[in-house]
């Protein structure tokens, strides 16, 4: 195996952190002036891991650019152990078909890793680490059990990797049930050959060889870094002997902006007092596909009912974005979304709470911000 | 319609004091709310959190006293004998091995269909499952037919547990006779604190959250749309322009 | 008025019935007459009463009261005076009164049935059967009263339910609408009349149309949600959840009510029956009601955690064979930062005065007192019960807390369950330190500062005057408010009213806020922390809220 392949080879045989090996990925040809240390306490690592890349954007950039054209094939022959990777047509998480693609080489790094992608596949598997690729039709959950039962019989992979979340939870727990394969759920930690589960309702973890079935929770997945393609090579896909679901399908129904819980919103639209346009709002919300709502002002106005209210005696939510126009950010407020992964603020005033907690701040009138989102979105996305 | 609802008892997060699993009371809420005949049943050692149980609105819980045996093929034994048109579970437990696979091995047993994620029933012409979907969709799904559910843990907010019902309901205790195969003991330690893993490319992003100023309203609002395509969060806006590659 | 107008008929009838025994003369027909000239004066007085209706007062049925009493006097007279008459005439003035009578007394006794005039017989039953005759000799007696919980039923299911003493409660009132002009919620617009409630649970008991309102009905009624099944549904009158949950517990219906009947003891023994029996409160009053079973704290804290705020102030945790003089009961708002402040100035201020306070600690749960206005007794009692086994086990003097609803619940509540013990509020102890010298000098401040009475310090326990002794000597320019001392106007914090956030037209936080900025204060003292809440939580006011704790330390270092 020469260097490229596994490049933490070059370091000896050290136990790697999963962190120090991106590093040495991020920047092969710095990989010599690194200093090794085994052992890393994780925090530590992740900040100064931080520090470095940030040092190392530059070069980063100016490298992937010019080395697209000479990324290295990685082939790995037709006897290598394989290991199925199982994409659904919708993520368990966003960005989930890559991580656990990358994660995979991370557990299994002797095996070819085959994509199975039941329904649109969510990434881009020759850069992501699809050494094989199998497509197969999208379906309810009983066809997909159906489907894999059949690929399974047909390859016999010796491991199957599932993401936590989802369909993807309920196709792994099936399998499980049915073969009565030795698994691993709520993996939160993974090394070569090893995996760290959570059991006792998150409370205690074990650590265990990686067993044939693997479920992934999204902290435990990281993604690869395109520095080598993949091969991707088809397989293909044998008859499937579907049965009818016990019980059918009839029909998904989307719910509107205003209907859309917001406990299951991946993306919210807020409005703080002050805001009188309330057509402009909501049609930004339906054309973004966001749930909406607002300050608890908003709320004891009657503007938005109490359900849409976010803050410490409203709802505290998880969405994956939250947009804040005119919103202030009383304290109240800004524990509601605490968990929100990405806040955009739009306010007049600059020194507003919400402006600081948010990951894009515009300083601007709302009301006339969103007047013009409307445009856009009827225009049907951005030019 | 005759429904069974599989309890078990969890644990408050911050004090550890036994308590109603919060995804088996959603569990339980949905069979209540249905306005069927429920039947709870719980394998496992003595709790009076099983009062706390009776409490939401349940007449009779079944408690099979089985200490630490592997409790599906209690279960499954359970089940079978009772004549149910739906048995309803959570979606894992607060307590114990947690893997979920509890209402999937039970399918698998008594060769039932199995539908998860689910947040309503209805039973008032034919029966009506409705699946949570990503996004806040759903799906219905409609068929006859006695079925396994497993509840999202999302699907309602679950009622208050009752003084009043605490003492109308009754736990009925079923003593297991037969040595039992015990659950492996498992060697852990108390969960680390995790968070997510550093994505490649990401030290970039959060390394700029720069207040703008002086842009236009027209400006500011394709910044939002950028934005927001750029990190994923409207995929039914994705622009012509392929996203870069970092 | 009320005196003269009815004890004047009454002992004009007494003296004219005596009257028939003795042959006719003038001395008891003077008698009579004297007595219908003192009613004549209350008749007036009743005329003018009816004829620009006070605000809150009923019109309907009484407004034909004065009508029926100008009858019955017609009839007293006229038969008083027929009778040393001869001849005709006599006759005449005897039938023309009688037929006086039939309308007048007639009307009255009707309106003695379901009517108005029913307060006589069940206003002297109520107090003769009234639960807190403490309240007769200007006493307080504001702690709920003992409830056994092996008793069914568990709270008021249907109107029957209630005690003999509370249905005759509910028909002694005259619907002189003081406590609906009191009410802060009924101010705000919230769903809640308190003399509508009464009637409608005096209609519940009668039958439907029985009882004849004339008053006010609940604000916003026609726009009621349906969130909760009504309350008394198969009875005669249905009432929407939404009053009830709208009550604040405040008692100034109570402290306003001529009649002596006690509002919130009903509403209560409502709540008890929706929680203990049906399950149906607000689901932010559930998730706290669960959090109180699961960790014994409202907020699903750690009990372990309640004193981490005050790590570097080295707190003694009590023993048990060591006895103490003061403990500080801290209470929910420990977990808050707000008034880890307010308690950061008090234990300085103890310890300046010499007095090292004491804590429970990890043991010290929540006293108990959402819990029990939200209706659930049985987690109520079980956390008094802890309560007590933990203090009783323990020797101190006295117990301090700035928190009014520990207080009362420590003081007038757990006495029932067993425990009794000498609780004193913050500004009780400092006040009495600050006269004895043992703060030092305060320097007097300037900013305009106004008091606010906590409904549970002032209504409930009737100290007012421990914080205004603190007050006056460290400021400068002290106001007083209108509505104070026992009339003060409630922040809207208690009775788990934040928890059922039932909507109004207004908030009543803001609606306090406003009186206090009328006042021309531009800081309010305040002394409890759910006033503190509730008060900063109020948009748009420059109004600086501060405890007087807070404000008495702030004057003890500006002096130094």
Same mark, same amino acid.
């Given at each position: 195996?020469s260097?490229r392949?596994?490049?933490?080879?070059?370091?000896?045989e050290i136990?790697?952190t999963s =962190?120090?090996r991106?590093?040495?990925?991020?920047a092969?040809?710095?990989?010599?002036t690194?200093?090794?240390?085994?052992r890393v306490?994780?925090?530590?690592?992740y900040r100064?891991r931080?520090r470095?890349?940030?040092r190392?954007a530059d070069v980063?950039?100016r490298?992937t650019?010019?080395a697209q054209s000479?990324?290295?094939?990685h082939?790995v022959?037709d006897?290598?152990?394989?290991a199925?990777?199982?994409?659904?047509g919708v993520?368990a998480?966003a960005?989930a078909e890559?991580e656990?693609?990358?994660?995979?080489?991370?557990?299994?790094?002797?095996?070819?890793?085959?994509?199975v992608?039941?329904?649109?596949i969510?990434?881009?598997?020759?850069?992501?680490g699809a050494?094989?690729?199998?497509?197969?039709?999208a379906?309810?959950e009983?066809h997909?059990?159906d489907?894999?039962?059949?690929?399974v019989?047909?390859?016999?992979?010796?491991?199957l990797?599932?993401a936590e979340g989802g369909?993807?939870?309920?196709l792994a727990?099936?399998y499980?049930?049915r073969?009565?394969a030795e698994a691993?759920?709520?993996?939160?930690q993974?090394r070569?050959?090893q995996?760290t589960?959570?059991i006792?309702g998150g409370?205690?973890?074990f650590?265990?060889?990686?067993p044939?079935?693997?479920?992934?929770s999204?902290?435990?997945?990281?993604?690869?870094?395109?520095?080598?393609?993949?091969?991707?090579?088809?397989?293909a896909l044998?008859?499937?002997?579907?049965?009818?679901a016990?019980?059918?399908d009839a029909g998904?129904?989307v719910?509107?902006?205003?209907?859309?819980?917001l406990?299951?919103?991946?993306?919210?639209?807020?409005a703080g007092?002050?805001l009188?346009?309330?057509?402009?709002?909501?049609?930004?919300a339906?054309?973004?596909s966001?749930?909406v709502a607002?300050s608890r002002v908003?709320?004891?106005?009657?503007?938005?009912?109490?359900?849409?209210?976010?803050?410490?005696?409203?709802?505290?939510i998880?969405?994956r974005?939250?947009l804040a126009f005119g919103i202030?950010?009383?304290?109240?407020?800004?524990?509601g979304?605490?968990?929100?992964?990405?806040?955009?603020?739009?306010?007049?005033d600059?020194?507003a709470?919400m402006?600081?907690?948010?990951?894009l701040?515009?300083v601007?009138d709302a009301?006339?911000v969103?007047?013009e989102?409307?445009l856009?979105?009827?225009? =049907?996305g951005?030019? | 319609?005759?429904?069974c609802?599989?309890l078990?008892?969890?644990?408050?997060p911050?004090?550890g004091r036994?308590?109603?699993?919060a995804?088996d009371r959603?569990a339980l809420?949905l069979?209540?709310a249905?306005?069927a005949?429920v039947?709870g049943v719980?394998?496992?050692?003595?709790s009076?959190?099983?009062?706390?149980?009776l409490g939401m609105?349940?007449?009779?819980?079944h408690?099979?006293?089985s200490?630490?045996?592997?409790?599906v093929?209690?279960l499954?034994?359970?089940i079978?004998?009772?004549?149910?048109?739906?048995?309803?579970?959570g979606t894992?437990t607060e307590?114990?091995l947690s893997?979920?696979?509890v209402p999937y091995?039970?399918?698998?047993?008594?060769?039932?269909?199995l539908?998860?994620r689910?947040?309503g029933i209805?039973a008032?012409?034919?029966?009506?499952i409705t699946?949570?979907?990503a996004?806040?969709?759903r799906?219905m799904r409609?068929?006859?037919?006695a079925?396994i559910l497993?509840v999202d843990a999302?699907?309602?907010q679950p009622?208050l547990?009752?003084v009043?019902a605490?003492r109308a309901?009754?736990?009925?205790t079923?003593p297991?006779?037969?040595d039992l195969?015990?659950?492996?003991?498992?060697?852990?330690?108390p969960?680390r604190?995790?968070s997510?893993?550093?994505?490649a490319?990401?030290g970039?992003a959060k390394a700029?959250?720069p207040i703008h100023t002086n842009l236009s309203?027209?400006e500011?609002a394709?910044?939002?749309?950028?934005?927001?395509q750029?990190?994923?969060h409207?995929?039914a806006?994705?622009?012509?322009?392929?996203r870069?590659?970092r | 008025m009320?005196?003269s107008?009815?004890?004047g008929?009454?002992?004009?009838?007494?003296?004219?019935?005596?009257s028939?025994?003795?042959?006719?003369?003038?001395?008891?027909?003077?008698?009579v007459?004297?007595?219908c000239a003192l009613?004549f004066v209350g008749?007036c007085l009743?005329f003018?009463?009816?004829?620009?209706?006070a605000k809150g007062?009923s019109k309907g049925a009484?407004q034909?009261l004065?009508?029926?009493?100008s009858a019955?006097l017609?009839?007293?007279?006229?038969i008083?005076?027929?009778?040393l008459?001869n001849?005709?005439?006599?006759?005449?003035l005897a039938?023309a009164?009688?037929t006086c009578g039939?309308?007048?007394l007639g009307?009255?006794?009707?309106?003695a049935?379901?009517?108005?005039m029913?307060?006589?017989?069940?206003g002297v039953?109520?107090l003769a059967?009234?639960?807190r005759?403490e309240?007769f000799?200007?006493?307080?007696s504001t702690?709920?009263?003992?409830?056994d919980?092996?008793?069914?039923?568990l709270g008021v299911?249907k109107?029957?339910d209630f005690?003999?003493?509370q249905?005759?409660?509910?028909?002694a009132c005259?619907q002189?609408g003081r406590c609906?002009?009191?009410?802060?919620?009924y101010?705000?617009?919230?769903p809640?009349n308190?003399?509508?409630?009464v009637?409608d649970l005096a209609?519940s008991?009668?039958?439907?149309?029985?009882v004849?309102y004339?008053?006010n009905g609940?604000?916003?009624?026609?726009?009621?949600?349906d969130?909760?099944?009504?309350?008394?549904?198969?009875?005669?009158v249905?009432?929407?959840p939404?009053?009830?949950?709208?009550c604040?517990t405040?008692?100034?219906c109570v402290?306003?009510?001529p009649?002596m009947?006690?509002h919130?003891d009903a509403?209560?023994?409502i709540?008890?029956a929706?929680?203990?029996q049906?399950?149906?409160?607000?689901?932010h009053?559930r998730?706290a009601?669960?959090?109180?079973r699961?960790?014994?704290?409202?907020g699903g804290?750690?009990?372990?955690a309640?004193?981490?705020w005050?790590?570097?102030l080295n707190?003694?945790?009590?023993?048990p064979?060591?006895?103490?003089?003061?403990l500080?009961w801290?209470?929910?708002?420990?977990?808050?930062?707000?008034?880890q402040?307010?308690?950061?100035?008090l234990?300085?201020m103890?310890?300046?005065?010499?007095?090292?306070p004491v804590v429970?600690g990890?043991?010290e749960?929540?006293?108990?007192?959402?819990a029990?206005?939200?209706?659930?007794?049985?987690t109520?009692q079980?956390?008094?019960?802890?309560?007590i086994a933990t203090l009783s086990?323990?020797?101190?003097?006295y117990?301090?807390?700035?928190?009014?609803h520990?207080l009362h619940?420590?003081?007038?509540?757990?006495p029932?369950?067993?425990?009794?013990f000498?609780v004193?509020?913050?500004?009780?102890?400092l006040?009495?330190?600050m006269?004895a010298?043992?703060?030092?000098?305060?320097a007097?401040i300037?900013?305009?500062?106004t008091?606010?009475d906590p409904c549970?310090?002032?209504?409930y326990?009737?100290e007012?005057?421990?914080p205004?002794k603190?007050?006056g000597?460290i400021?400068?320019?002290f106001?007083?408010?209108e509505?104070?001392?026992?009339r003060?106007h409630?922040?809207g914090?208690?009775g788990?009213a934040?928890l059922t956030?039932?909507?109004?037209e207004?908030?009543?936080?803001?609606?306090?806020m406003?009186?206090?900025?009328?006042?021309g204060?531009?800081c309010?003292?305040?002394?409890?922390?759910?006033?503190?809440?509730m008060?900063? =939580?109020?948009t748009n006011?420059?109004?600086k809220?501060i405890?007087?704790a807070?404000?008495?330390?702030?004057?003890?270092?500006a002096a130094?």
């Amino acid at each position: 195996m020469s260097n490229r392949l596994n490049p933490h080879k070059m370091l000896g045989e050290i136990a790697p952190t999963s =962190g120090l090996r991106r590093l040495n990925r991020l920047a092969p040809l710095k990989a010599s002036t690194v200093s090794v240390v085994a052992r890393v306490n994780p925090h530590n690592e992740y900040r100064a891991r931080l520090r470095r890349e940030l040092r190392q954007a530059d070069v980063v950039h100016r490298q992937t650019v010019s080395a697209q054209s000479r990324k290295p094939l990685h082939v790995v022959a037709d006897s290598a152990p394989l290991a199925f990777v199982i994409g659904l047509g919708v993520e368990a998480w966003a960005g989930a078909e890559a991580e656990l693609l990358g994660t995979a080489r991370e557990i299994l790094p002797e095996s070819a890793i085959a994509l199975v992608s039941l329904g649109k596949i969510n990434c881009t598997p020759s850069e992501d680490g699809a050494d094989r690729l199998i497509e197969g039709p999208a379906g309810l959950e009983e066809h997909n059990f159906d489907a894999l039962l059949a690929l399974v019989d047909e390859y016999k992979p010796q491991h199957l990797i599932f993401a936590e979340g989802g369909h993807s939870s309920d196709l792994a727990r099936r399998y499980v049930a049915r073969t009565k394969a030795e698994a691993a759920f709520n993996v939160v930690q993974v090394r070569a050959g090893q995996v760290t589960c959570l059991i006792d309702g998150g409370k205690r973890e074990f650590t265990r060889k990686v067993p044939p079935v693997i479920a992934l929770s999204r902290i435990a997945c990281a993604k690869l870094d395109a520095e080598m393609l993949y091969e991707a090579r088809p397989l293909a896909l044998p008859e499937i002997a579907a049965t009818d679901a016990a019980f059918k399908d009839a029909g998904v129904r989307v719910a509107s902006a205003r209907d859309l819980p917001l406990s299951e919103a991946e993306l919210v639209v807020s409005a703080g007092a002050g805001l009188t346009d309330w057509d402009s709002f909501h049609a930004v919300a339906e054309g973004l596909s966001a749930a909406v709502a607002g300050s608890r002002v908003v709320c004891d106005a009657g503007s938005l009912p109490r359900s849409r209210q976010v803050g410490a005696s409203g709802q505290i939510i998880e969405s994956r974005c939250y947009l804040a126009f005119g919103i202030s950010g009383a304290p109240q407020h800004l524990q509601g979304i605490q968990a929100c992964r990405h806040v955009i603020a739009v306010n007049t005033d600059p020194h507003a709470p919400m402006m600081k907690r948010a990951d894009l701040a515009i300083v601007a009138d709302a009301q006339a911000v969103l007047k013009e989102m409307q445009l856009l979105l009827n225009k =049907g996305g951005a030019a | 319609m005759k429904i069974c609802v599989c309890l078990s008892i969890g644990q408050n997060p911050v004090s550890g004091r036994p308590r109603m699993a919060a995804s088996d009371r959603v569990a339980l809420e949905l069979a209540l709310a249905s306005g069927a005949d429920v039947t709870g049943v719980y394998a496992g050692p003595k709790s009076d959190v099983l009062t706390d149980y009776l409490g939401m609105g349940l007449k009779q819980v079944h408690h099979i006293d089985s200490a630490r045996a592997d409790i599906v093929p209690l279960l499954v034994e359970f089940i079978r004998s009772g004549s149910f048109d739906l048995v309803l579970t959570g979606t894992v437990t607060e307590a114990g091995l947690s893997s979920g696979m509890v209402p999937y091995l039970l399918a698998e047993e008594l060769s039932l269909p199995l539908i998860s994620r689910v947040v309503g029933i209805d039973a008032r012409a034919g029966l009506t499952i409705t699946q949570a979907e990503a996004g806040g969709k759903r799906r219905m799904r409609t068929g006859a037919g006695a079925a396994i559910l497993v509840v999202d843990a999302k699907a309602v907010q679950p009622r208050l547990s009752t003084v009043a019902a605490q003492r109308a309901g009754e736990v009925i205790t079923h003593p297991v006779v037969s040595d039992l195969p015990q659950l492996p003991e498992l060697t852990s330690q108390p969960a680390r604190k995790r968070s997510t893993r550093l994505k490649a490319g990401s030290g970039q992003a959060k390394a700029a959250a720069p207040i703008h100023t002086n842009l236009s309203a027209a400006e500011a609002a394709q910044t939002i749309l950028d934005f927001l395509q750029a990190e994923g969060h409207v995929p039914a806006l994705q622009s012509i322009t392929s996203r870069q590659e970092r | 008025m009320h005196a003269s107008l009815a004890g004047g008929v009454l002992a004009s009838l007494v003296v004219l019935s005596v009257s028939f025994a003795l042959p006719p003369n003038i001395w008891s027909a003077s008698a009579v007459w004297f007595f219908c000239a003192l009613s004549f004066v209350g008749l007036c007085l009743e005329f003018d009463r009816r004829r620009n209706v006070a605000k809150g007062l009923s019109k309907g049925a009484y407004q034909t009261l004065p009508w029926l009493f100008s009858a019955a006097l017609l009839f007293i007279v006229g038969i008083s005076t027929a009778r040393l008459m001869n001849g005709p005439e006599a006759l005449i003035l005897a039938l023309a009164a009688a037929t006086c009578g039939l309308f007048g007394l007639g009307g009255l006794a009707v309106m003695a049935g379901n009517g108005p005039m029913r307060h006589i017989v069940a206003g002297v039953t109520n107090l003769a059967l009234h639960r807190r005759p403490e309240r007769f000799g200007r006493g307080r007696s504001t702690g709920l009263k003992a409830f056994d919980l092996e008793r069914a039923p568990l709270g008021v299911a249907k109107v029957e339910d209630f005690t003999i003493a509370q249905l005759a409660s509910f028909d002694a009132c005259v619907q002189c609408g003081r406590c609906e002009v009191e009410c802060p919620a009924y101010a705000a617009g919230l769903p809640l009349n308190p003399k509508k409630l009464v009637n409608d649970l005096a209609e519940s008991l009668r039958g439907k149309g029985a009882v004849s309102y004339g008053g006010n009905g609940y604000p916003g009624a026609d726009r009621l949600p349906d969130a909760l099944p009504l309350i008394f549904a198969d009875g005669h009158v249905s009432l929407n959840p939404d009053t009830l949950w709208s009550c604040t517990t405040c008692r100034a219906c109570v402290e306003a009510c001529p009649m002596m009947i006690e509002h919130v003891d009903a509403i209560i023994d409502i709540r008890r029956a929706e929680t203990m029996q049906r399950g149906l409160v607000a689901p932010h009053a559930r998730k706290a009601l669960e959090n109180l079973r699961e960790t014994d704290t409202q907020g699903g804290q750690e009990l372990g955690a309640r004193f981490d705020w005050a790590t570097d102030l080295n707190l003694k945790v009590i023993a048990p064979d060591v006895p103490a003089q003061t403990l500080l009961w801290v209470g929910e708002s420990a977990y808050e930062r707000r008034i880890q402040r307010t308690l950061r100035s008090l234990i300085k201020m103890l310890r300046r005065a010499g007095i090292e306070p004491v804590v429970l600690g990890s043991e010290e749960l929540d006293c108990g007192d959402v819990a029990r206005r939200l209706g659930d007794e049985a987690t109520f009692q079980r956390l008094a019960k802890a309560n007590i086994a933990t203090l009783s086990r323990y020797r101190f003097d006295y117990i301090v807390t700035a928190d009014p609803h520990a207080l009362h619940v420590l003081r007038n509540e757990y006495p029932a369950l067993g425990g009794t013990f000498t609780v004193r509020h913050h500004t009780d102890v400092l006040a009495e330190l600050m006269e004895a010298g043992r703060l030092g000098k305060a320097a007097r401040i300037e900013t305009s500062v106004t008091y606010h009475d906590p409904c549970y310090l002032g209504r409930y326990n009737g100290e007012f005057d421990a914080p205004r002794k603190i007050l006056g000597a460290i400021s400068q320019n002290f106001i007083e408010m209108e509505k104070s001392r026992s009339r003060s106007h409630c922040c809207g914090g208690g009775g788990a009213a934040p928890l059922t956030d039932v909507q109004g037209e207004r908030r009543i936080p803001d609606m306090r806020m406003q009186q206090v900025e009328e006042s021309g204060a531009a800081c309010v003292a305040v002394g409890c922390p759910g006033c503190t809440a509730m008060l900063e =939580g109020v948009t748009n006011s420059n109004v600086k809220v501060i405890d007087v704790a807070e404000l008495l330390e702030a004057s003890l270092e500006a002096a130094q």
